[in-house]
């Protein structure tokens, strides 16, 4: 389980075009969540004192930085961390044009290594859910060892609710051009659903015409309020809040998403 595809989005050069193009359209939440759901977010967060002028900030999957550079309009030193250089390229020219100061680094989350250097980390749009255990429990010590004593760790997981929304239908289809790639291709779409460890898959077999074959893995593991929460206690950190999502919607079993602010223990 949690078997990588033989090609990572990231690291193709049309694919990663295609997903900054995603994250940069303010129609859908396909890849980052809408203009409008991410002032809200910060809004909320600055308001009710969670996020403070002057915190030193680590976003992680900062992606084109839209987080990020709201974070530091506010007045907050961020640090903000993608793997697709697509994407953090777009947010450092962002940042120079509009004059915010933001350290940006192209580097996957599992190479961090900072210590008691931030007063907050934020993980947002369910980044959690991408990693196996082994590799989420992984991350989540460098987190917290990123942390100051009392430092908070801000995030949302999505729960089984949302992905039976949202799993695909086993289709395929054919393209002149999109997405996937330029030239003309096929697309075989498959969704596996693991049930009794909440995991779904998401698998695409992309054939071009020059018969090059590439398999798109994307794997999710969902939470409930229980199980999310152990995961949380057992790496350092006490809840704080939980709310059905980072603009502060009151939490209710049986929603989409689970958006939780954890306190880093103290020794």
């Known amino acids: 389980m949690f078997e990588l595809g033989e090609t990572l989005f990231w690291d193709d050069p049309h694919v990663s075009k295609g997903m900054l193009e995603a994250h940069l359209d303010p129609a859908h939440d396909a890849a980052s969540r809408k203009a409008e759901t991410i002032n809200k977010t910060i809004e ?13 900030v680590l976003d992680l999957g900062c992606g084109p930085g839209l987080y990020s550079s709201k974070l530091c309009e506010n007045g907050i030193k961020v640090t903000g961390v993608d793997i697709s250089k697509r994407s953090i390229d777009f947010a450092i020219r ?53 942390l100051r004593t009392d430092g908070l760790f801000i995030f949302d997981v999505s729960t089984r609710v949302q992905r039976m929304k949202n799993g695909l239908r ?15 291709h096929m697309v075989l779409e498959q969704g ?9 898959l998401d698998q695409y077999i992309v054939v071009d015409d020059n018969d090059n074959i590439s398999v798109y893995r994307n794997w999710f593991h969902d939470y409930t309020s229980q199980s999310i929460g152990q995961v949380i206690e057992n790496a350092g950190f006490q809840i704080v809040y939980v709310w059905d999502d980072l603009t502060g919607t009151v939490y209710k079993e049986g929603g989409d998403w689970i958006a939780i602010v954890g306190r880093k223990k103290g020794v």
């Not at 909320?44 to 030193?56: E, Q």
């Not at 086993?170 to 003309?184: A, E, L, Q, T």
């Not at 596996?192 to 779904?200: A, I, K, L, T």
Request: aromatic share 16%; proline share 2%; glycine share 6%.
């Open 170 to 184: 086993n289709h395929w289809y054919v393209s002149d051009g999109g997405f996937w790639r330029p030239g003309r």
């Open 192 to 200: 596996f659903d693991y049930p009794e460890h909440d995991v779904w």
């Open 44 to 56: 909320h967060l600055v308001s009710s004192n969670i996020l403070k002028h002057g915190d030193r």
């Open 94 to 146: 962002y940042a120079e044009e509009k004059g915010l100061n933001i350290d940006y680094r192209c580097m996957d989350f599992l190479d961090i290594d900072y210590t008691s250097e931030f007063d907050v980390v934020l993980q947002i749009y369910g980044e959690l859910c991408t990693f196996s255990d082994e590799k989420r429990d992984e991350l989540l010590a460098k987190i917290c060892k990123a």
